[in-house]
């Protein structure tokens, strides 16, 4: 280069030298100055294209039950076996294998009219509401459940071909049965919440309500959302099992229920609880208290 040949044959500064082309000082201390060599960095496999990783990653999406899992799910499950990847490299697998989950559009929150259920342990925080879905033969049936909302387990439920308040009464009873709270001093400080349904708000349920002890809560009108917890399991038993099947009898839908209510508490995991299970939340909590 001609400005180089100059800096080192007429000894002008970089400052005069830059003066004289009209440059900055910096970039003709560039043009003058000794060249850099060039390291050439090994080009790293990307995980992405690791088949023991995809392989996994396919296997875990076969899964019956893992079909609506994002790929933070799968990111988790993947942890569980020890193959440590990064979020966004999952995510890239699972675009490229079509196995990614379309994006879930939100529409805007309504204002809140109870506050959202902040329980500090177990057994003090349960949700209650119902569900309904039909037979092969078109036969309709009611799905009752109640759900904890520190652990996120389904503590009790009933399925049956009506949906009276003894239907509701049943769930409950199950769940305080399930969680050992027999008497009204266990459940003096249980607060159970529920829509203004005609079950809920029927003589039968406030009545055994007062008898166990349990503190009755309402949502207000049209308001979903202060029952989010409920919802949200409600929501992830018909995606997971009740959409993707069909019962002839009652018999075999009691039974499938039974089993995903087994697998939900014992091996699904929760983004909400830092991917554990239900039951190893409680466990946990269990642990922390006979500390």
């Not at 296997?59 to 966004?88: H, M, Q, S, V």
């Not at 033969?137 to 520190?150: A, E, F, I, S």
């Not at 949906?163 to 001093?185: F, Q």
Request: with cysteine; aromatic share 8%.
């Amino acid at each position: 280069m001609i400005a180089k040949n100059v800096y080192l044959n007429e000894g002008l500064s970089v400052r005069r030298l830059g003066r004289a082309l009209t440059e900055p000082a910096s970039t003709v201390g560039r043009w003058v100055g000794p060249e850099k060599s060039k390291v050439v960095k090994p080009k790293r496999c990307p995980v992405s294209g690791n088949a023991l990783v995809r392989s996994r990653v396919q296997a875990l999406c076969d899964k019956p039950r893992n079909r609506t899992f994002g790929y933070r799910r799968i990111w988790a499950l993947l942890r569980r076996e020890g193959l440590i990847i990064n979020k966004k490299t999952i995510r890239k697998i699972m675009h490229e294998m079509g196995l990614a989950r379309p994006k879930i559009w939100h529409k805007p929150a309504r204002p809140k009219r109870l506050e959202k259920m902040k329980p500090v342990g177990p057994n003090r925080g349960w949700q209650i509401d119902m569900t309904g879905f039909a037979l092969s033969d078109l036969t309709p049936l009611y799905l009752v459940m109640v759900t904890d909302c520190y652990t996120r387990k389904i503590v009790g439920w009933t399925l049956d071909r009506r949906c009276r308040a003894g239907e509701w009464v049943g769930a409950l009873r199950m769940a305080l049965e399930s969680e050992d709270l027999t008497t009204k001093a266990a459940c003096k400080k249980l607060t159970l919440r529920s829509d203004n349904g005609s079950q809920p708000c029927s003589k039968k349920f406030v009545e055994y309500l007062g008898k166990t002890g349990v503190q009755g809560q309402y949502t207000g009108y049209n308001a979903p959302d202060d029952n989010a917890y409920i919802e949200r399991v409600i929501r992830t038993v018909k995606e997971e099992e009740i959409w993707p099947n069909v019962y002839d009898t009652i018999a075999e839908a009691r039974a499938a229920i039974e089993a995903y209510v087994n697998y939900y508490n014992n091996e699904r995991i929760h983004s909400a609880l830092d991917y554990r299970t239900p039951n190893e939340v409680a466990a946990a909590y269990d642990t922390l208290a006979a500390a």
